[in-house]
């Protein structure tokens, strides 16, 4: 009897050392790329500087990453993000700047702005059954034209140097405020998602929709609110984008979509492996911008940031497949 409890008391904690490998070895592997660029470039990478920098100017891909991560959570993509992200920016630009209006109220313009583009969404998506990959493909060259046409294919200065102020002048220990900003609305996310029925409703909903529907979930409501804050988000990312560059620019913001979603796949290997997660997401976002910038200090080619960018795309699709144990995926 005691053998068979030993046996089983190892064979338990052996399980629970794997769960948290799983959960954190993201952060592990962080940490040690860290460590390797800090060795090869001790006097530029391992500053606080360099991380300072680093931490504001990928915090709209961290929004990005947050925002794919809702309609996915509840089983739609959403590819436009990072054209919304772009038409946001330029709005901004284009009534600032040109008309001169106040930034406040082109603020608000922004966000109704991406209320409109999830309603959109929805309707194509919910009501027309259109498939939500056609939709926001679509939408994504729509609104790259409608970009070009309203900035004539220029970037625009000279944006409101109280967002700008807002998003990488005031800093907290050190960092800009952008930063924190990512952070706020991943915790707000995390409390929704781990904690509120809305979050266990939009889990059901990409678990299976018919289950949810049968069990009293409005699922159409929920992919509707999935698809609206999923644009309202890539709204804000515009938000502090413009704030972050001080201007906008028309054609930089699609560069953050493949990024987000490998950031958004990666994170659904760790913290809470086999979900879609706010922390996830945040914590795969800085770990491909590490990558990414310290591979770009050590002098390395432009187009390696695409390799890596899809490598690291298709790598985290399959682990997260791996982690959930070879299921069907949840998403699509």
Known sequence: MNDTANTASHSSSRR????????????????IIIALFSLAMPGSFFTWGNFSIMFASYAP?????????????????????GATLTLSASTIGVLNVWHEMPILLVLLIVILL????????????IYFRVPSL??????????SGIVQWMTNSSTIGGIDNGLIMAAVGYRLFGIPYAFYYALLAALIMWYIFDYMPLGRRLLFVGR???VARLNGISVDKVRVGALIMSAVLSSAAGILYAGVL????????????LPAFAAAFLGATTIQPGRFNP????????????????????????????????GALILAVTISQITRGREASDIG
């Open 114 to 125: 991406g209320v409109v583009v999830g309603l959109v969404h929805a309707l194509f998506i």
């Open 134 to 143: 056609v939709v926001t493909l679509g939408s994504t060259s729509l609104m």
């Open 16 to 31: 629970h050392l794997l769960r948290l490998f799983e959960r954190y070895a993201l952060l592990l592997v962080w940490a």
């Open 61 to 81: 891909a961290a929004l990005l990453a947050l925002a794919i991560i809702v309609p996915l959570t509840a089983g739609d993509y959403d590819l436009s993000v």
């Open 208 to 210: 299976g929709r018919e």
């Open 246 to 257: 001080g201007s906008a620019d028309p054609y930089s913001g699609l560069n953050f979509l």
């Open 279 to 310: 922390w996830g997401a945040i914590l795969a976002v800085y770990f491909l911008a590490t990558g990414i910038t310290g591979l770009s200090m050590l002098g390395i080619p432009l187009w390696v940031t695409n390799v890596f960018n899809g």
